[in-house]
């Protein structure tokens, strides 16, 4: 099946740093999807990409459809400790969504 | 306000025992989904539904069933032959009709933790 690679799995910032993480793939997706997850609750969308080379932004949030269709990032700005959870990428198909394994952000004082 | 409910937050069974988790959601949608997480890993897919009466398989859909009776409304049950059910299930919806809306994005409920010894 398909399988998208999201790196890092973790990462230990300061706030008020900027953050960056990406997915991968070998396959290409029409739509690529940003969620954040909180302990103990559903992940919450936080960007939408629906065309090639598409950069969008949500406040703090930037995130880029990569050109080839197999790869996006999410930049995170001035981060501060709400930004702690877990960020999913997602790709779709005409058929089905896959979800990336997720990158664990912490973010110290 | 519209969202998606899934009940309960917490549930705890014996081992041998059927589940069901619910899900209702009041935001018109016409898919809905399930998933399963496990710690450190993305989200699989059980089953999904993209019109009443009318369900596919997903990913991991063996010891699980669902039904779809009502577009509101998107029950999951967990049944004995699931071997390893202890997970974080989520429910999610999206307004798709029909293979011209792929694009819509999934809206997830808060998820209930299931845990079976």
């Known amino acids: 099946g398909q399988q998208l690679n999201q790196s890092p799995q973790s990462m230990f910032i300061q706030e008020g740093e900027d953050v960056s993480m990406n997915c991968t793939s070998s396959s290409i997706f029409n739509t690529w999807l940003w969620y954040k997850q909180d302990p103990g609750e559903g992940p919450v969308l936080l960007i939408a990409l629906y065309k090639a080379g598409e950069l969008t932004s949500n406040g703090r949030l930037t995130a880029q459809f990569g050109i080839t269709r197999k790869d996006s990032f999410l930049n995170i700005s001035a981060s501060i400790p709400s930004d702690v959870g877990i960020y999913f990428c997602?790709?779709?198909?005409?058929?089905?969504?896959?979800f990336g394994t997720g990158t664990r952000l912490q973010v110290t004082l | 306000d519209g969202g998606i409910t899934q009940s309960p937050k917490y549930l705890f069974r014996k081992e041998g025992q059927n589940v069901t988790l619910s899900c209702e959601q009041n935001l018109n949608h016409d898919a809905m989904y399930w998933y399963r997480q496990d710690p450190g890993q993305g989200l699989r897919l059980i089953y999904y539904?993209?019109?009443?009466?009318?369900?596919q398989k997903g990913d991991i859909a063996e010891g699980y069933s669902v039904s779809r009776e009502k577009k509101e409304s998107f029950p999951l049950t967990v049944t004995s032959a699931q071997k390893n059910p202890t997970a974080f299930y989520l429910c999610?919806?999206?307004?798709?009709?029909?293979?011209?809306?792929?694009?819509?994005?999934?809206?997830f409920g808060n998820g209930t933790r299931l845990t079976v010894t």
């Open positions: 997602a790709g779709r198909t005409a058929s089905k969504l896959t």
């Open positions: 539904s993209q019109i009443v009466n009318d369900f």
């Open positions: 999610a919806s999206s307004h798709d009709r029909g293979r011209s809306s792929y694009n819509s994005p999934l809206h």
